[in-house]
T-cell receptor, first 117, second 114 residues
Framework: AQKITQTQPGMFVQEKEAVTLDCTYD???????LFWYKQPSSGEMIFLIYQGSYDQQNATEGRYSLNFQKARKSANLVISASQLGDSAMYFCAIINAGGTSYGKLTFGQGTILTVHP | SAVISQKPSRDICQRGTSLTIQCQVD?????MFWYRQQPGQSLTLIATANQGSEATYESGFVIDKFPISRPNLTFSTLTVSNMSPEDSSIYLC???????????FGPGTRLTVT
């Protein structure tokens, strides 16, 4: 079974500063992927970034980067230069890249990020 | 990236009735999934929608309560049957693009059962 743990129920950051959202995972599968999603109050799930377990470099997408530490089983999201529009719920998720659970996402409990002006 | 639409976007339904949610994708996709997000909670996978065959349900979800159809590679429906207030949730479909390792979600259907 796979598990995602997000230990920060809520985080606050000042506009234009960087913030790190924590995510640790547990899986026995050698091949897996890690996702981060943003969910604003509208309820939609917005894909932010993906990291594969065999990727050598940390993933980056614009202001988002993923600090992937495989030995520690952590996949923290770093948002640089925070904007007011970044205020939302953020979910970390793991996907199984093989077997009977192929393609299924397991989500953490989420972190509410509030950006202050 | 795939563009996914869902209908309806929201609905208020009475206890004991059923609601069918539609999910339409603008391109053919191999894998489609249905998730539920109860108020204040994270997302939980309901089932994998299989094209041309019965859906594969996760533990705690049954076909009689959540029948799913997937007649082709771009469309799926989820029915929430015999609803109770505990079914009040956001229901989201998703598609898994294997080639680029991206899983996208539809905008969701916000269901309230009274």
């Amino acid at each position: 079974a796979q598990k995602i743990t997000q230990t920060q129920p809520g985080m606050f950051v000042q506009e234009k500063e960087a913030v790190t959202l924590d995510c640790t995972y547990d899986t026995s599968d050698p091949s897996y992927g890690l996702f981060w999603y943003k969910q604003p109050s509208s309820g939609e799930m917005i894909f932010l970034i993906y990291q594969g377990s065999y990727d050598q470099q940390n993933a980056t997408e614009g202001r988002y980067s993923l600090n992937f530490q495989k030995a520690r089983k952590s996949a923290n999201l770093v948002i640089s230069a925070s904007q007011l529009g970044d205020s939302a719920m953020y979910f970390c998720a793991i996907i199984n890249a093989g077997g009977t659970s192929y393609g299924k996402l397991t989500f953490g409990q989420g972190t509410i990020l509030t950006v202050h002006p | 990236s795939a563009v996914i639409s869902q209908k309806p976007s929201r609905d208020i339904c009475q206890r004991g009735t059923s609601l069918t949610i539609q999910c339409q994708v603008d391109s053919q996709v191999t894998m489609m999934f249905w998730y539920r997000q109860q108020p204040g909670q994270s997302l939980t996978l309901i089932a994998t929608a299989n094209q041309g065959s019965e859906a594969t349900y996760e533990s705690g979800f049954v076909i009689d309560k959540f029948p799913i159809s997937r007649p082709n590679l771009t469309f799926s429906t989820l029915t929430v049957s015999n609803m109770s207030p505990e079914d009040s949730s956001i229901y989201l479909c998703s598609v898994w693009n294997i080639e680029v390792h991206e899983q996208y979600f539809g905008p969701g259907t916000r269901l309230t059962v009274t």
